[in-house]
Structures are given as structure tokens and as C-alpha cells.
């Protein structure tokens, strides 16, 4: 496309809720690549990261015993 050397930008957003379980990990994989250009025909990846637990507690006890 016109648009290839144009930076993608993706966002990942994580369902709100009050429970406080730390930050949680992600991974997107990205499929093989198709391309009429033979240097990127059927390259892939991943990217990794974190989701920032934004839950709140309320002072009480957390553990889950």
C-alpha cells in the first residue's frame, strides 16, 4: 500500500473492573507477512507488554486463601 512506511499504531485496551490482581501481561502475534516484495514475504512477530492494573482496594485483606 501508498501507506507502508507510515507508522501502524494499535491499542490495546483491558475491560475496567474493581478487582486488584497486578499487571497483567499480553503478547499480539502478528501472521506472515504477504508481500510482492520477496525480503518480507512470510515474516511475522509479536510484541509483548503490560496492562497497568488500575483496580482499587479498599485497605481490607487481598489474599485469596
Given amino acids: 500500500p501508498m501507506n507502508w ?3 501502524q499504531y ?3 485496551i483491558a475491560p475496567h473492573d474493581a478487582t486488584v490482581d497486578g499487571d497483567q501481561p ?4 502478528f501472521g506472515a ?3 510482492e516484495d ?3 514475504i512470510g ?8 496492562t497497568i492494573d488500575n483496580g ?3 485497605g481490607g485483606d487481598t489474599s485469596s486463601d
Avoid: M, R, W
Avoid at 499480553?26 to 502475534?29: A, C, G, L, V, W
Avoid at 515474516?43 to 503490560?50: D, K, L, M, R
Fill in 5 to 7: 512506511s507510515t507508522p
Fill in 56 to 58: 482499587l482496594s479498599d
Fill in 38 to 40: 520477496p525480503h518480507f
Fill in 43 to 50: 515474516i511475522g512477530g509479536s510484541v509483548s507488554g503490560y
Fill in 33 to 35: 507477512a504477504v508481500s
Fill in 26 to 29: 499480553f503478547t499480539i502475534n
Fill in 10 to 12: 494499535v491499542s490495546v
